[in-house]
């Protein structure tokens, strides 16, 4: 036995994401990397076992240790109805221990909300994700109904009634080609409709089922470079931002030493079960194929099924071929980036790794053009908290292993 294997304890995890219904969706969005039912999912609806369901509420609960979260995905996880989510929080209430923080998000297309899902969300404190593309000049292009129209008009109606009950979300947008040179309109958007939280998701060009094809994307990465340059003038303005952009929070929280939360600026993947609708077990929203399945909720444990031996081959996509990253100024934000990016097909064989992320030159594009402002906003924030940073000839807290006067301090 190996020393990773050896250092594996047997615990369920304490967060999940689910597929609620699969791949069903109404909506038929052109470029959606995972469901492939074009917005007319069939009369039945394919939800979580209600027996799948308990237990695996009932196993994560008795592992708690005072905090779980589930983050319910699709498809379109709303088409599962109201009576599957009230089944879902009723489970985790009856099996949480005294005092357990229990967290529940769900991404949505938001068509589906009106005030009584928005009340349900509001009573439960669900966060919400809505998708949204920005103006619906450019929303309608790429995310439309079964029948081909628009759907702007249902998801902002969903906004309405979300803000109407007072429920926490925020917003998804998808970068492609319809969008990507529209920083100022997407900016001028999100201001316009008061949207606190936003997040940038640039448009895959390849299946999250289809692990060998090519890490490639519908944009390339000068031009989401220059986008994210663009996008991080607007958001910065005077120097106190107004509203959250993921992405730059997560560079502002390694600045600060704090530990970041989007999974591609961690020094590793972090090991979260991603669960099919019915049970299949994956260690990642991108490796959704048999090649990486871990096994299935509905015949094993979660203990189990967090101790597979799948996760090993998982864990070293971060880890091949990363010389060229270990030397690069900029490795301590991105750690090379996320593996899938890096899978480049070959005519007649198997995906192999490259070096670097697809949107390595993005970054650099970014960390080059903003560092020196972003540095100097960690600075004011770090003041506001009442956080010190180290001394001059000690390790500086942004992690680039560099002396703080060196570095950040400089």
């Not at 994401?17 to 039945?44: F, H, I, R």
Request: contains cysteine; aromatic residues 10%; hydrophobic residues 30%.
């Amino acid at each position: 036995m190996n020393s990773c294997a050896t250092m594996r304890t047997s615990e369920a995890p304490s967060s999940i994401m689910w597929k609620t219904v699969s791949e069903d969706c109404n909506l038929a969005c052109d470029y959606c990397y995972y469901s492939t039912c074009a917005g007319k999912p069939g009369k039945t609806i394919r939800r979580i076992e209600d027996k799948l369901l308990e237990s695996v509420v009932q196993q994560m609960m008795q592992a708690s240790r005072g905090a779980v979260s589930f983050a319910w995905q699709g498809g379109e996880p709303l088409l599962a109805g109201k009576a599957f989510f009230e089944k879902v929080v009723a489970l985790q209430a009856h099996y949480a221990p005294p005092r357990t923080t229990i967290s529940n998000s769900v991404q949505t297309n938001g068509t589906l909300i009106d005030e009584e899902w928005a009340q349900f969300f509001r009573t439960y404190s669900f966060l919400v994700g809505v998708s949204v593309d920005g103006p619906e000049s450019i929303h309608d292009k790429r995310r439309k109904t079964g029948s081909g129209a628009g759907s702007y008009k249902q998801v902002m109606r969903g906004i309405d009634a979300l803000r109407q009950a007072n429920v926490s979300f925020n917003i998804l947008m998808v970068i492609h080609e319809d969008n990507v040179r529209e920083a100022k309109a997407l900016m001028q958007w999100l201001k316009e409709q008061r949207i606190e939280y936003a997040q940038f998701i640039p448009c895959m060009n390849f299946r999250s089922q289809d692990v060998e094809a090519s890490g490639t994307y519908r944009i390339t990465p000068e031009e989401y470079g220059q986008f994210l340059c663009d996008v991080f003038d607007l958001w910065l303005e005077d120097g106190q931002p107004q509203c959250s952009i993921r992405i730059f929070d997560n560079w502002l929280q390694t600045l600060i030493g704090d530990e970041t939360e989007l999974c591609t600026y961690r020094t590793s993947c972090p090991k979260m079960l991603i669960l099919e609708q019915n049970g299949d077990a994956y260690p990642c929203d991108f490796y959704i194929h048999d090649q990486y399945k871990l096994g299935s909720a509905a015949e094993e444990s979660l203990a189990e099924l967090m101790e597979a031996s799948k996760w090993e081959l998982f864990e070293d996509q971060q880890k091949i071929g990363l010389d060229q990253c270990h030397s690069c100024s900029y490795w301590h934000y991105c750690h090379g980036g996320c593996p899938r990016n890096r899978m480049t097909e070959k005519p007649g064989s198997q995906g192999t790794l490259q070096e670097t992320d697809y949107f390595c030159q993005s970054y650099q594009m970014l960390y080059k053009y903003g560092e020196d402002r972003m540095r100097t906003l960690a600075k004011d924030v770090m003041q506001r908290i009442k956080r010190s940073y180290p001394g001059r000839n000690e390790r500086c807290i942004c992690g680039s292993g560099k002396k703080y006067k060196q570095c950040c301090g400089s």
